[in-house]
T-cell receptor
Framework: EAGVTQFPSHSVIEKGQTVTLRCDPISGHDNLYWYRRVMGKEIKFLLHFVKESKQDESGMPNNRFLAERTGGTYSTLKVQPAELEDSGVYFC?????????????FGPGTRLTVT | GEDVEQSLFLSVREGDSSVINCTYTDSSSTYLYWYKQEPGAGLQLLTYIFSNMDMKQDQRLTVLLNKKDKHLSLRIADTQTGDSAIYFCAESMTGGFKTIFGAGTRLFVKA
């Protein structure tokens, strides 16, 4: 069974440009999450989808970030326009709805560098 | 508020025990987790403990939970070079979906 995949693995863009990150969760996982880790700090929650609906987007930093999950399968996270402080590693995770421990399965992350 | 604190680095010799500590602030935490991240890979769940437990043992791993002090620890017995990684402590609330992570402890294992 394939794990969570993320594309691209690395992205280097200039301030003001747009970047779109993609996440493909494990097949059958209704829950999809986006997290961000900046400069070796804590991994911060961004948002949580249940199927195609945003269940909790309390961690989204501002309206330059837009997440979508059309059809309830893969998800995209768009940053427009990118700022220097958006640099970091963006992780995607997925989980089953009926997991007793709410275990989340993580992708390898996308390292975003804004110059 | 929600906050998880960990020390940033730990260095041990191969064969010794490693103890990684974590403190959290939210007393309503339901599950507490330890995730491991190896270079270039995503986070992998190592073990978890439900908040009504004090201890959980799983092969070389022992998790201790002190709810009064809001302190969680992970002990790795007979630490191997393959245990070198970043270890993240995390907590989730009732419902379990939003997970709060610490900054991670980088474990160095010296041969």
């Amino acid at each position: 069974e394939a794990g969570v995949t993320q594309f691209p693995s690395h992205s280097v863009i200039e301030k003001g440009q747009t970047v779109t990150l993609r996440c493909d969760p494990i097949s059958g996982h209704d829950n999809l999450y986006w997290y961000r880790r900046v400069m070796g700090k804590e991994i911060k929650f961004l948002l949580h989808f249940v199927k195609e609906s945003k269940q909790d987007e309390s961690g989204m930093p501002n309206n330059r970030f837009l997440a979508e999950r059309t059809g309830g399968t893969y998800s995209t996270l768009k940053v427009q326009p990118a700022e220097l402080e958006d640099s970091g590693v963006y992780f995607c995770a997925s989980s089953l709805s009926n997991s007793p421990s709410y275990e989340q399965y993580f992708g390898p992350g996308t390292r975003l560098t804004v110059t | 508020g929600e906050d998880v604190e960990q020390s940033l680095f730990l260095s041990v010799r191969e064969g010794d025990s490693s103890v990684i500590n974590c403190t959290y602030t939210d007393s309503s935490s339901t599950y507490l987790y330890w995730y491991k991240q190896e270079p270039g890979a995503g986070l992998q769940l190592l073990t978890y403990i439900f908040s009504n437990m004090d201890m959980k043992q799983d092969q070389r791993l022992t998790v201790l939970l002190n709810k009064k002090d809001k302190h969680l620890s992970l002990r790795i017995a007979d630490t191997q070079t393959g245990d070198s990684a970043i270890y993240f402590c995390a907590e989730s609330m009732t419902g379990g979906f939003k997970t709060i992570f610490g900054a991670g402890t980088r474990l160095f294992v010296k041969a």
